[in-house]
């Protein structure tokens, strides 16, 4: 059993910066890819990047060149560096793991093993 615990959230303008944090616990942590996901009130929950265990990335295409995913296996710990943030960025945060990247990229998102509660990122214009 994997617990995932989202951190990093918060308020910022338009243009701003926040990394969000995910840590794991209670499992082989390295073995899964991490991504991470966000609903904005009144939307469906979506993709927005993930990383496999040989940190190959991938992200969506309305965050390329803006966000960055990492991963630091020693700590169990995936981060989710967030630039020139927009207001549509707005949502709560999510990550997730899986055994393989595949399942993250596309809804319905079958196949995620383990996900964390999420942490609010409001963005002001």
């Known amino acids: 059993q994997v617990q995932l615990v989202e951190s990093g959230g918060g308020l910022v303008q338009a243009g701003g910066s926040l990394r969000l944090s995910c840590a794991a616990s209670g499992g082989t942590f390295s073995s899964y890819a991490i991504g991470w996901f966000r609903q904005a009130p009144g939307k469906e929950r979506e993709f927005v990047a993930a990383i496999n265990w040989s940190a190959i990335t991938y992200y969506v295409d309305s965050v390329k060149g803006r966000f960055t995913i990492s991963r630091d296996n020693a700590k169990n710990t995936v981060h989710l560096q967030m630039n020139s943030l927009k207001p549509e960025d707005t949502a709560v945060y999510f990550c997730?793991?899986?055994?393989?990247?595949?399942?993250?990229?596309?809804?319905?998102?079958?196949?995620?093993?383990?996900w964390g509660k999420g942490t609010p990122v409001t963005v002001s214009s």
């Open positions: 997730a793991a899986a055994r393989v990247m595949a399942p993250m990229v596309s809804p319905p998102y079958n196949g995620i093993d383990y």
